[in-house]
């Protein structure tokens, strides 16, 4: 095994048609399809990884801080294992590992860091194991980590069917329109909150599921919106896009309030971004902006560039907000120059 390091980044992406609720929370498998838009500059993880049989044990640090999987003994935990284990095995190799992961923007805050993080490894894996797994599968690979994770190995807007299989075989994502067919759209994300959420995504999942009896209706709603924003991205009609977002938002935090005991993300902040949403919309007389939510009270607010600097200067007299960070359509993850392996994290980290 070689001593190369590879260094990858990847960015987070932001669902359109929201994935909530799992047939199977094992593997992570959604009871609807979804569909996101791969986010880009100024939210980025890069992640560095080398195999060597000089290294004593795994060591993975994320934002400075050195997991330990195994004790955390929680699902995330079990399937970066997982995950880790079954591409060494895939590399017929038995060199221990080095990785690296740091985020660009705030981690728990609903910015969908563990999706980001999950694709960036599970890509920097592949390639500093010469494995040449497809997209596809490595797509696969990354959503057993987090579910919303698989959409982030692809750049531009990106769908993950569903699926039907009980292997999960043919639950991956693909990518719909690359960045660049439609390079206008911009998400403007409110931070309100950067506290961890209460209730965990995976936990909320289940409880969805389990007790909301709104939710039953939910699955076919989001299909259906899957389709819907298809067709609008194809014809670049923002005006209908936005609007699909938005209630697929709605509708998924109303499944979220009718579980038991409610689960709610969304705060005053919050509620004061869809109200001033709808008026910007209403006075502009068609759709300039859309809001959509995640498991946090943090919004995202997709428009296009002609109207970011009015929609980021009305929305910046919203009550609540505490930052705002801008995004454009990303192009997913990519080979990175900016190594994060130091000589000194190395020595630490090989055998004496
Ligand atoms: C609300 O992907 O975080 O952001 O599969 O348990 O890791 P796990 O859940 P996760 O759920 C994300 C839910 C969401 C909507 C979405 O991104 O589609």
Not at 173 to 201: C, N, T
Not at 293 to 308: Q, V, W
Not at 317 to 333: D, F, N, R
Request: glycine content about 8%; charged content about 25%; aromatic content about 6%.
């Amino acid at each position: 095994m070689s001593d190369e390091i590879y260094t990858a980044s990847g960015s987070p992406n932001i669902a359109l048609i929201k994935y909530w609720g799992r047939r199977d929370d094992l593997l992570n498998l959604p009871n609807n399809s979804s569909i996101s838009m791969t986010l880009g500059d100024g939210l980025t993880t890069t992640t560095s990884v080398m195999f060597s049989d000089r290294i004593k044990e795994d060591a993975v640090y994320i934002n400075g801080k050195r997991q330990d999987y195994k004790a955390a003994n929680d699902e995330k935990s079990g399937f970066m294992l997982k995950a880790i284990e079954y591409m060494r095995e895939a590399a017929k190799t038995n060199a221990r590992l080095l990785a690296v992961s740091k985020n660009s923007f705030p981690s728990d805050a609903g910015l969908a860091s563990s999706a980001s993080g999950a694709a960036t490894m599970v890509y920097a894996l592949n390639e500093a194991l010469g494995l040449k797994m497809q997209q596809k599968e490595l797509s696969i690979v990354a959503r057993q980590i987090s579910g919303s994770a698989c959409r982030s190995i692809f750049g531009g807007i990106v769908k993950w069917n569903k699926g039907s299989r009980s292997d999960g075989s043919d639950s991956f994502a693909e990518q719909v329109v690359p960045a660049d067919y439609w390079p206008d759209l911009v998400d403007i994300i409110a931070i309100v909150s950067e506290s961890k959420k209460k209730v965990s995504s995976s936990e909320g999942h289940k409880v969805t599921v389990r007790t909301s009896a709104l939710y039953r209706a939910r699955p076919p709603f989001a299909e259906a919106g899957v389709a819907k924003v298809i067709e609008a991205v194809h014809e670049k009609d923002f005006n209908s896009l936005a609007e699909l977002i938005m209630r697929d938002s709605n509708d998924m935090h109303a499944t979220m309030l009718d579980s038991w005991p409610p689960i709610i993300y969304l705060n005053d902040a919050s509620k004061g971004i869809i109200g001033a949403i709808h008026e910007i919309n209403q006075s502009h007389g068609e759709n300039m902006a859309a809001y959509t939510f995640d498991a946090g009270p943090n919004g995202h607010i997709i428009t296009l560039r002609k109207y970011e600097a009015e929609v980021t200067e009305r929305l910046s007299k919203a009550v609540g907000i505490k930052s705002i960070i801008t995004s454009g359509i990303g192009s997913g993850p990519r080979k990175s120059e900016d190594c994060l392996i130091t000589k000194e994290l190395l020595a630490e980290n090989e055998r004496q």
